[in-house]
């Protein structure tokens, strides 16, 4: 989630023009949508995590928004999905096969970056000792990694709309 706010922030510094409250929420929804696919047993990192799925949600919301012809919202959406994407690429994954599948329905291959930047959470036994105490270190990575980028999109956000007032 954090990670889908973060796109929606970078957006709104890049372009110099604020995302609504809803678009922010949205991107952060978008951001934690793939493990949705969690729900569903043996699916894990399959379709919900391919950029057939990014494409999906890019359509979706160019609908939805009724912004066809104008791409920014449809694209930063499809971006803080994208963005779950890239942090479990760059995730420690020991599962069976290890990585994501990309390119399904078009290939079977699995891909992981091998840089082991974020911990490996675990989902067997979810209430055990140690299984709860590897997914609390996991989180506490992801948050040490992932909040001081949001605190300087945050500051560079309320910049840009100051300096928007002022002028």
């Known amino acids: 989630m954090l990670a889908g706010v973060s ?45 057939t799925a990014v494409l999906l949600i890019f359509i979706l919301a160019a609908t939805v928004t009724g912004q066809v012809t104008r791409w920014r919202t449809a694209l930063v959406c499809a ?39 974020f911990r490996q959470t675990l989902r067997n036994q979810l209430w055990t000792a140690p299984v709860m105490r590897q997914n ?13 980028v949001l605190a300087v999109l945050w500051w560079a956000r309320r910049r840009n709309s100051e300096l928007r007032i002022r002028n």
């Open 7 to 51: 796109v929606a922030w970078t957006a709104d510094a890049v372009t110099g023009r604020r995302a609504p409250a809803a678009v922010v929420l949205a991107c952060a929804a978008f951001g934690a949508l793939p493990d949705s696919d969690l729900l569903v047993d043996g699916t894990h990192r399959t379709a919900t995590h391919s950029l």
């Open 79 to 117: 971006g803080a999905y994208a963005s779950h994407l890239l942090l479990d690429w760059l995730a420690v994954d020991r599962y069976p096969p290890p990585g994501l599948q990309l390119l399904w329905p078009w290939k079977d291959a699995w891909y992981i970056s091998g840089w082991n930047v």
């Open 136 to 148: 609390l270190l996991a989180i506490a990575q992801e948050l040490a990694l992932l909040l001081p």
